[in-house]
């Protein structure tokens, strides 16, 4: 594994910061340091922004509205927008172009992708999942949710839960049982379905953050078209854990850029009340920038393995176990920097609500804890660690599977 990053991505770096010095307003400071209502707003612009450009979906193929560059250029243009204190999108495009998108890439037919890819960059599409259910988390294969074909339309009857920004969207790529006769991990199919349409009801779950995150979503009798099946009927399975895998393995080499932005406010943070003086503080922190560090040549590894075999496999495990375990000891250590000011919730809730904090955001109590709370979610949703460590043991060392 070479960690530098080819000639040709350092051309690219060029490109990129030219676009971001024609595009930023004087004196930027990043996403985070503005008011809650300029910062959506800013964040809708700045998307249709990067798509006039062509810094969405950098790696899609030209035919689909991409750029038809490396996985090292997205590394690239991670690291120049978490410089610059903006993001590469809005939350959304978690599901619509990491999942949603590159699924399509790898399963979907050529009429999908020429219809659905160009719409997802463009954001008239913009895409929630529909993963969980109230009996079926991690045990995702014992989901319930049934979809029976109707002539020329799938009819789907059950509920979803922590659909994750649904309120935003209006389609939603869904998980249904279609053989009820199959094995738990047999009869299950991936379908593509409109969120806005008789039969779908979203009820809002609000967080311990004061964010509107996660919604319930319950079908009765809605309907898609049925040819809106992304690979074959019946075989959802293995689509949604590719889907996973593309996850985990595309942020496994662009989230340690966001991590370590984080980590340098934290530091800041402790310079600025007087904490780095303390040998233990220091000697935490220490630690946590050797885990970023690690966590980078992490994901530069499955980068690398990925770009060779043009697979990703169970190893993208590692990088979800580890990012997020890591996240917990980070807000821990703001927790202990900042002391019983951390009572006093103060400033502005963060304007993501899970992941790292937004670039430029101040070093309030109500930023910290947010993100405190995020960290501990995310040893949760994509797969909690146990389900990591499992996936890990049996698929990577190679050790006995548990008892059914």
């Given at each position: 594994?070479?960690?530098?990053?080819?000639?040709?991505?350092?051309?690219?770096?060029?490109?990129?910061?030219?676009?971001?010095?024609?595009?930023?307003?004087?004196?930027?400071?990043?996403?985070?340091?503005?008011?809650?209502?300029?910062?959506?707003?800013?964040?809708?612009?700045?998307?249709?922004?990067?798509?006039?450009?062509?810094?969405l979906?950098?790696?899609?193929?030209?035919?689909?509205?991409?750029?038809?560059?490396?996985?090292?250029e997205?590394?690239?243009?991670?690291?120049?927008?978490?410089?610059?204190?903006?993001?590469?999108?809005?939350?959304?495009?978690?599901f619509?172009?990491?999942?949603?998108?590159?699924?399509l890439?790898?399963?979907?037919?050529?009429?999908?992708?020429?219809?659905?890819?160009?719409?997802?960059?463009?954001?008239?599409?913009?895409?929630?999942?529909?993963?969980?259910?109230?009996?079926?988390?991690?045990?995702?294969?014992?989901?319930?949710?049934?979809?029976?074909?109707?002539?020329?339309?799938?009819?789907?009857?059950?509920?979803?839960?922590?659909?994750?920004?649904?309120?935003?969207?209006?389609?939603?790529?869904?998980?249904?049982?279609?053989?009820?006769?199959?094995?738990?991990?047999?009869?299950?199919?991936?379908?593509?379905?409109?969120?806005?349409?008789?039969?779908?009801?979203?009820?809002?779950?609000?967080?311990?953050?004061r964010?509107?995150?996660?919604?319930?979503?319950?079908?009765?009798?809605?309907?898609?078209?049925?040819?809106?099946?992304?690979?074959?009927?019946?075989?959802?399975?293995?689509?949604?854990?590719?889907?996973?895998?593309?996850?985990?393995?595309?942020?496994?080499?662009?989230?340690?850029?966001?991590?370590?932005?984080?980590?340098?406010?934290?530091?800041?943070?402790?310079?600025?009340?007087?904490?780095?003086?303390?040998?233990?503080?220091?000697?935490?922190?220490?630690?946590?920038?050797?885990?970023?560090?690690?966590?980078?040549?992490?994901?530069?590894?499955?980068?690398?393995?990925?770009?060779?075999?043009?697979?990703?496999?169970?190893?993208?495990?590692?990088?979800?176990?580890?990012?997020?375990?890591?996240?917990k000891?980070?807000?821990?250590?703001?927790m202990?920097?900042?002391?019983?000011?951390?009572?006093v919730?103060?400033?502005?809730?963060?304007?993501?609500?899970?992941?790292?904090?937004?670039?430029?955001?101040?070093?309030?109590?109500?930023?910290?804890v947010?993100?405190?709370?995020?960290?501990?979610?995310?040893?949760?949703?994509?797969?909690?660690?146990?389900?990591?460590?499992?996936?890990?043991?049996?698929?990577?060392?190679?050790?006995?599977?548990?008892?059914?």
């Amino acid at each position: 594994m070479d960690p530098r990053p080819s000639p040709a991505a350092e051309e690219y770096r060029k490109e990129v910061r030219a676009f971001l010095a024609e595009h930023l307003p004087d004196g930027w400071k990043g996403i985070g340091a503005l008011g809650e209502e300029e910062g959506v707003a800013f964040l809708a612009e700045w998307r249709r922004t990067l798509h006039r450009h062509g810094f969405l979906g950098i790696t899609w193929p030209v035919a689909y509205g991409g750029q038809g560059r490396s996985k090292l250029e997205q590394v690239v243009l991670t690291e120049e927008l978490a410089r610059a204190g903006v993001p590469g999108g809005i939350p959304n495009d978690t599901f619509s172009m990491k999942m949603l998108g590159n699924t399509l890439l790898r399963w979907g037919t050529e009429e999908q992708k020429l219809r659905f890819l160009p719409r997802i960059l463009s954001g008239d599409d913009v895409w929630c999942q529909g993963y969980s259910e109230p009996d079926a988390g991690s045990d995702l294969a014992g989901l319930n949710t049934k979809a029976v074909l109707d002539g020329d339309e799938w009819v789907i009857n059950g509920q979803k839960i922590w659909t994750s920004n649904a309120h935003h969207a209006n389609w939603v790529f869904v998980l249904t049982r279609t053989d009820s006769d199959a094995p738990r991990h047999k009869g299950i199919t991936f379908l593509m379905v409109p969120l806005h349409q008789p039969g779908v009801e979203l009820r809002p779950i609000l967080m311990m953050g004061r964010q509107r995150e996660f919604n319930e979503t319950f079908f009765t009798d809605a309907r898609t078209a049925a040819d809106n099946v992304i690979g074959p009927v019946n075989g959802g399975w293995t689509v949604a854990m590719t889907l996973l895998g593309l996850e985990r393995g595309d942020e496994a080499a662009t989230n340690p850029v966001m991590f370590r932005k984080e980590l340098d406010r934290l530091v800041e943070m402790a310079r600025e009340r007087g904490k780095l003086a303390d040998p233990v503080i220091r000697d935490r922190i220490a630690n946590l920038h050797t885990q970023v560090e690690v966590m980078r040549f992490i994901g530069l590894r499955i980068l690398t393995g990925y770009l060779r075999d043009g697979v990703l496999g169970p190893e993208s495990s590692i990088s979800k176990l580890y990012w997020s375990e890591y996240h917990k000891r980070v807000t821990a250590l703001a927790m202990d920097i900042m002391g019983p000011d951390a009572l006093v919730l103060q400033g502005r809730t963060p304007p993501r609500a899970y992941r790292t904090d937004d670039p430029g955001a101040p070093n309030s109590s109500m930023s910290w804890v947010g993100t405190l709370y995020s960290s501990v979610a995310g040893t949760i949703y994509a797969g909690t660690s146990q389900v990591q460590r499992t996936i890990l043991g049996e698929n990577v060392l190679g050790l006995p599977k548990g008892p059914a």
